[in-house]
């Protein structure tokens, strides 16, 4: 079946500092990689949709200059917060889409943020 | 706008039956999903449904009503195991693009 691996799975950071999270389809090409970002008790909320080699669109209310997205390659994604802050502190999820099917959305393991 | 909307939290007993409701309001419509996510894990999926009716899929499975905007799943022979938030998502049309929208998900907790 499909894999999707994040790394880190878990990251501390200082306030002010940038942290780097990425997201690899593992054993099929991702046309298209979603971020989400699911705070305690809450649903997954939709960042940002980013498709290989063009740039992500973010969802309102979503600060494309904090939360910095590069599709590079049709495996890869990344997600950028910059200068976090402990309210960034939440729980980043990718999935990946190889487009075969309308309907297939593979999820990452996610990965815990807390910024102190 | 879409709107999803789900009970937060639900108890049930190994071994009985549960059915958790979703109704939705969305511009467009283009298949509802159902996710299983265990606390600190992310969701895996369980169900698709993009036409009326009943999908059965082992001990899950999962309605839709299209008019009325409703889905529920059911959950058969409960296990410990289930304990875990499910998660109801609606593909409607956002931007042009079809992309799935999450309700706040519901806390399944199996006692014995």
């Known amino acids: 079946g499909a894999v999707v691996s994040q790394h880190p799975s878990w990251v501390i950071c200082k306030s002010g500092t940038s942290v780097k999270i990425e997201c690899r389809s593992l054993?099929?090409?991702?046309?298209?990689m979603f971020w989400y970002r699911q705070f305690p008790k809450q649903s997954l909320m939709l960042m940002a949709t980013?498709?290989?080699?063009?740039?992500?669109?973010?969802e309102q209310g979503v600060e494309k200059d904090k939360f910095l997205i590069n599709h590079a390659s049709l495996t890869l994604s990344t997600l950028t917060v910059t200068s976090a802050h402990p309210e960034d502190s939440s729980f980043y999820i990718c999935?990946?889409?190889?487009?075969?099917?309308?309907?297939?959305?593979?999820f990452g393991p996610g990965t815990r943020l807390t910024v102190t | 706008g879409q709107n999803i909307d789900q009970p937060t939290e639900m108890t049930a007993t190994e071994g009985a039956i549960v059915q958790i409701n979703c109704t939705y309001q969305?511009?467009?419509?283009?298949?509802l999903f159902w996710y299983q996510q265990h606390a600190g894990e992310a969701p895996t999926f369980l169900s698709y449904?993009?036409?009326?009716g009943l999908e059965e899929k082992g001990r899950f499975s999962s309605f839709l009503s299209r008019s009325k905007g409703y889905s529920y799943l059911l959950l058969k022979e409960l296990q410990m195991k289930d304990s875990a938030s499910y998660l109801c998502?609606?593909?409607?049309?956002?931007?042009?693009?079809?992309?799935?929208?999450f309700g706040r998900g519901t806390s399944l907790i199996v006692h014995p």
């Open positions: 054993d099929f090409q991702a046309t298209t």
């Open positions: 449904n993009v036409l009326d």
């Open positions: 999935s990946a889409s190889s487009g075969r099917s309308s309907y297939e959305q593979y």
């Open positions: 980013s498709n290989e080699g063009s740039k992500a669109t973010y």
């Open positions: 998502a609606v593909k409607g049309a956002s931007g042009g693009s079809y992309i799935p929208t």
């Open positions: 969305t511009s467009g419509f283009n298949g």
